[in-house]
């Protein structure tokens, strides 16, 4: 009974750090959700909390004074004086609060707090944010202001043509060179293996400079090709490490049994070894994905910074370089960016955790 008590005390304290962490990772991203969806006026005056029912002080009664009233002196409201700057402000009277609706015109309005939510969502910071074209914002002020989009269809497409080859090549290649360091013998197996997870510690950024100028003397910098190659080639030390730890603890009954059947070690790689190895496929492949598709250095030197080759992550941060002001286009571009990792990782979960935990255990 103790142990089975103690069992649940842990769970439960388990599943409570969970639920922390999930609700501290999903609530900025629900504000982001919900701001890219506000109008841009709304998103300057208040927070994206605003949406949601809260309590606020709503107009009521408006109190007339004489326009004959001397707003240097104490200002006397219903039997009670206040200053000029206490009625700009707002001051509180008998559970009301008071403040200037024209102080011009000598208007005062009453303001009782009432729960209010916010209802005003549009989706046209979606297709401002996609399209080029220009569009009009009202202002708090009632003034108007011509904006002009961003375009980020073409960084997306850019982003999409980039990610997907610079994940299925290195996935690939490093699924054979796995299946050749785990079950073939040849001279020199474990000290390139050794080379190979020794790149792991080796910094991107020190070879950046060699390798654009050997890119620069073959023509190929700027080029989708050469952006592939790179993603490739920084890609591969870790895709081929872990592809190695799923496929050395496949049961080594089976490569006997192929071999006895006359099977050469590409029927046994493409019948049996792929087919076994889409848990671990697709767990590298979501880490590839992500981090190709949320690249910016790599994509910066190996292809520019040109408009129509740019990819997502530097399309955004132009726009917060040169627009840092328009939110409602930042929200939008950055939520739809988490769009595409989103999907690939909720369609290849199932596969996800099985990938993690492959070869952990033998037996």
Not at 319 to 348: C, E, K, Q, Y
């Amino acid at each position: 009974m103790v142990g089975k008590k103690k069992k649940k005390g842990s769970k439960l304290v388990v599943n409570i750090v969970l639920g922390v962490i999930c609700f501290i990772w999903l609530l900025p991203t629900l504000g982001l959700l919900i701001s890219s969806f506000r109008p841009a006026t709304d998103i300057l005056q208040s927070g994206w909390w605003k949406v949601l029912p809260h309590q606020e002080w709503k107009a009521g009664d408006t109190i007339h004074l004489s326009k004959d009233v001397d707003l240097r002196k104490p200002i006397d409201v219903e039997g009670k004086t206040y200053s000029d700057d206490q009625l700009k402000n707002g001051v509180m009277a008998d559970g009301s609060r008071l403040i200037w609706e024209n102080r011009r015109a000598r208007d005062i309005s009453v303001q009782e707090q009432g729960w209010v939510t916010s209802t005003k969502l549009t989706t046209e910071n979606y297709l401002n944010v996609i399209t080029g074209k220009e569009y009009t914002i009202k202002n708090a002020d009632g003034s108007e202001t011509v904006e002009k989009g961003t375009g980020l269809s073409q960084a997306f497409w850019n982003t999409l043509t980039i990610a997907v080859p610079a994940t299925v090549i290195p996935v690939l290649i490093a699924s054979f060179a796995a299946y050749a360091f785990a079950w073939l013998r040849f001279p020199g197996r474990k000290t390139l293996f050794v080379l190979i997870i020794a790149m792991l510690v080796i910094p991107i950024q020190v070879a950046l400079i060699p390798v654009l100028k050997d890119y620069t003397s073959l023509g190929l910098n700027g080029s989708y090709l050469g952006i592939w190659l790179a993603h490739t080639a920084f890609g591969l030390p870790l895709v081929t490490y872990f592809m190695y730890n799923f496929i050395s603890q496949l049961p080594k009954d089976l490569f006997e049994s192929a071999f006895i059947d006359g099977a050469s070690h590409f029927n046994i790689f493409s019948k049996l070894i792929l087919p076994l190895s889409v848990p671990a496929l697709a767990s590298i492949g979501i880490f590839q994905f992500l981090w190709v598709w949320n690249d910016y250095l790599v994509s910066l030197i190996f292809i520019g910074n040109q408009p129509n080759v740019q990819v997502m992550s530097m399309k955004i941060a132009d726009l917060v370089g040169s627009r840092g002001n328009d939110w409602h286009l930042l929200t939008s571009a950055a939520f739809i960016s988490m769009l595409m990792p989103l999907a690939i990782f909720f369609l290849l979960q199932k596969y996800f955790v099985r990938g993690l935990m492959g070869g952990s255990v033998k037996g």
